[in-house]
DNA sequence: AGATTGAATTGATAAAAGTCAACCATTGAA
DNA sequence: TTCAATGGTTGACTTTTATCAATTCAATCT
């Protein structure tokens, strides 16, 4: 067991916490590995586990008669859900795997007892905690304040950048998981699309060329109180 | 000074800190009376106080591009913006009274080092802290999953039940600010109202009337995910 | 009372986004 | 190699929401 915990002890999270709380806490841990489409947690389940991304990619995403809706994706080192864990409440969020993940699982109460006695550990969850509810609050004025054509641009520019700028790149999520994100249908993801190639951008595929950084940048308009990573 | 302050010591955010770290909170803390109006904070600048409502009503909005959306209310006991203040980061709102209102601010760097030395205090901030999360992620899923006429049902449900079903009941926020919280113009919130006189709703003025709880129940579908308090 | 102001409502119209259906391209299995 | 199956695209159309303009309404002040 003890290799595979390993896994998570450098993650920011436990980067301050003492080798006695990271016991405590991965004693009744596991690891385990989903297959894609594995449904992790369903919206309403009481929260008996805090979840760490190792690998993979995981989709929280949320319904309300027969409607559903995607809030995010996360990658490694992520954790959900946090709030529902320290709160001891109903997950409000159901996850899934959109690919073969690894996540590990911490039961709740011993994330609660160890934030009662670790004060480093404590400051490690608010952080995690702060930051993500800075980004549903991101997330959030994506939405209300952006059109779609103009919350494509910016996820665009800000894959561009975060990628370094390179000449071109590969869209890391399938484009339907990309409408989901943004907030709109695939066709509307298409015809986004068609709009921006007269503002710089060429989508072939999976592949995205940024011909024009500062007219898409004009268009996009990014701004760090909701984009900032 | 301190009888002022007396006046946030039973908050719960405070009910298990120590009198020391209460000190140490309050001595570079204000209390300040604030008219209509007032804009408390503007988004992109540091966080230099945690903000407490004593009294009043204050609403948390952003802007992008000459638009601007409301993010949220908040009444007594209420504390904005936390996360900012946590993660020592520019707020990504802006606060304004919207009537007269009393406030306390707390310097930022004090939190923070309360919070690393008062275990009691860190338990509050991450409960406050998670509890703000989980209404973000209950707004969002409002807005992405609900039609607007849906939102407005659901509101006045809330409002209804949290009033103990009376017979009717006032608005306690203008239309408008209804509106803006629900994510939809005026004029919207006016045509809601006039659909909503069929499953059993009837507004005048500032005055509602459920006349019919399980027919509006029926269409508003309210959900403790979405819609709890 | 009359005038003034801001909010709320109503109707006409426009824009944005969603739906539906058809079709295309790619992939992988029989 | 053909044939599903899936994801993506396109076009036509509908629905939802926003915008704009014109009133109406209500509260307040003089």
């Known amino acids: 067991m003890h290799s595979r915990i390993q896994e ?14 990271f016991q405590t806490l991965t004693r009744g841990a596991y690891v385990q590995n989903f297959p894609t489409h594995a449904e ?5 389940e009481s929260a008996d586990f805090l979840h760490i991304i190792i690998s993979g990619c995981v989709e929280l ?25 320290i709160k001891d409440r109903p997950y409000l969020m159901s996850a ?33 905690l702060a930051g993500c509810y800075r980004g549903v609050i991101k997330a959030s004025k994506n939405i209300k304040l952006r059109s779609s ?17 390179p000449k071109d790149f590969t869209l890391e999520l399938e484009k339907r998981r990309i409408a989901a994100l943004l907030g709109m249908t695939p066709e509307n993801l298409s015809r986004g699309f068609a709009v921006l190639k ?16 500062e007219g898409l940048a004009k268009f996009a308009k990014p701004n760090r109180l909701i984009d900032s990573w």
């Open 198 to 213: 007269e503002k710089g951008v060429s989508v072939r595929g999976q592949t995205v060329r940024i011909t024009d950084p």
């Open 96 to 128: 899934r795997t959109i690919e073969k993940s690894r996540i590990i699982m911490i039961p709740s109460e011993d994330v609660r007892a160890v934030f009662e006695t670790d004060p480093d550990f404590a400051k490690s969850i608010v952080t995690e």
């Open 61 to 85: 995403f949320s319904a309300w008669q027969g409607r559903e809706t995607t809030m995010s994706f996360h990658g490694p080192d992520a954790t959900f859900i946090l709030a529902a864990t």
């Open 149 to 165: 054509t103009e919350r494509i641009a910016n996820y665009l520019l800000k894959s561009y950048n975060a990628l370094g700028k």
């Open 40 to 44: 992790l947690i369903t919206e309403g």
């Open 8 to 21: 998570i002890r450098d993650l920011p999270l436990f980067a301050t916490t003492s080798d006695e709380a």
